[in-house]
Nanobody, 115 residues
Framework: QVQLVESGGGLVQAGGSLRLSCAASGSIFRINRMGWYRQAPGKQRELVAA???????NYADSVKGRFTISRDNAKNTVYLQMNSLKPEDTAVYYC?????????WGKGTLVTVSS
């Protein structure tokens, strides 16, 4: 089993920044893909950003140039630096980690951006 603990969500004004963290623990031999998804009220969950074990990244078009995903393999932790936040970024953000072909999810952390 793999456990994920997310932190860093909160309330911020438009134009501000937040940094999300997600630490994985448990039966981990090698983490493949790590990522962040988000789900706004009344909308489907969507991919925000992902990073492979080799460091390749991909981003949703809506966050390119504003968000940066990174990972610390020694700490089994993935980060999401969010800058120039907009009200439309308001959502619950979920961490996703793939270990041994199994996708694990965090419980989510709420990000609220006020206008």
């Amino acid at each position: 089993q793999v456990q994920l603990v997310e932190s860093g969500g909160g309330l911020v004004q438009a134009g501000g920044s937040l940094r999300l963290s997600c630490a994985a623990s448990g039966s981990i031999f090698r983490i493949n893909r790590m990522g962040w998804y988000r789900q706004a009220p009344g909308k489907q969950r969507e991919l925000v950003a992902a990073i492979t074990s080799g460091g390749s990244t991909n981003y949703a078009d809506s966050v390119k140039g504003r968000f940066t995903i990174s990972r610390d393999n020694a700490k089994n932790t993935v980060y999401l630096q969010m800058n120039s936040l907009k009200p439309e970024d308001t959502a619950v953000y979920y961490c996703s980690v793939v270990v041994g072909g199994v996708n694990y999810w965090g419980k989510g952390t709420l990000v609220t951006v006020s206008s």
